[in-house]
């Protein structure tokens, strides 16, 4: 009897189960899924500063949004907002690209040669244990205080980030593929693109997303720590005269261009290069060198 009902309720349960992974499925259901926290955190925050009535310091809601305007305006009282803007992302794209070359180049040869791992392991860590506002004031004692500070300091930061996922990405290799295209006579640019590039891209795209998130915090920090312009130089400005709102209006604001450069460039070149591993490397460096 007990098992006839288990035997019953079984299909019930599975069906139920096949629902609910529907529902998760669903693109409108995820999208609700994830507006619904926002809400619910705004709609706090709207009661919580509302309650203590000190809008200069705790900004409700609607005045984050009027700062927010100003800054889609372009208009503020320290100039072009956009030009802040400008100043922030020419400066991080430089120090990623600085980044992202160096640390690619020596994350090779880190992971493909023993010695030169050897050699730069420990200053990998010792560069990464250095919290950024100690780079900051390290190169603006040094060089003044000039664009190539933050673009410095972030460098030697995101650099030793990128060495060890491409070391890892380069140690992974086989060596019997290795030894392969060896036997085949294979050149450098066949090496290149059938062995290497198989294994290496997931890995470099990884580092690149990582890196270029930790990058636009790290560079508004660098700002914030001298210089005239960006962003960083937004949120030191309104933070010397105690308003609150457009200090999170500039946060909000980085925000939305972290998530959409992640959305609209690493996110789906990621998405595109991670089918990459896991395949038969082998089989395509023998088309590829035979």
Known sequence: MTGARLRTMAPAGVARRARLGGLGDNRAVRLLAGIIPIVAFVAIWWVI?????????????????DEIVVILGGSGETGST???????L????????????????????????????????????????????VWVFLFAVAIGITDIVPIAAVSALLTPMII????EGAK??????????????????????????????????????TAFALGIKLIVVAEVIGLESGIGFEIKYWYGRLFMAPIVAWGIVMIVIGITVDYTI?????????????????????????
């Not at 956009?82 to 922030?88: L, Q």
């Open 49 to 65: 500063t509302a309650s203590l009535d000190r809008a200069r310091v705790y900004p409700t809601p609607d005045i984050i949004w």
């Open 82 to 88: 956009y030009d802040h803007i400008v100043a922030t």
């Open 90 to 133: 020419y400066r991080l794209v430089v120090a990623f690209a600085v980044s992202f070359v160096l640390g690619t180049a020596i994350g090779i040869l880190a992971g493909r040669v023993r010695l030169a791992f050897s050699l730069v392991e420990n200053l990998v860590w010792v560069f990464m244990a250095v919290p950024s506002v």
């Open 164 to 167: 060890v996922g491409v070391a």
């Open 172 to 209: 992974s290799i086989p060596k019997d593929v290795l030894e392969m295209a060896e036997s085949y006579k294979a050149t450098t640019r066949q090496r290149i693109k059938d062995i290497y590039l198989p294994f290496l891209v997931p890995y470099l795209a990884s580092s690149a997303r």
């Open 266 to 290: 690493f996110g789906p070149i990621e998405r595109r290069v991670s089918g990459w591993k896991g395949k038969p490397t082998a089989e395509a460096a023998v088309g590829g060198v035979g």
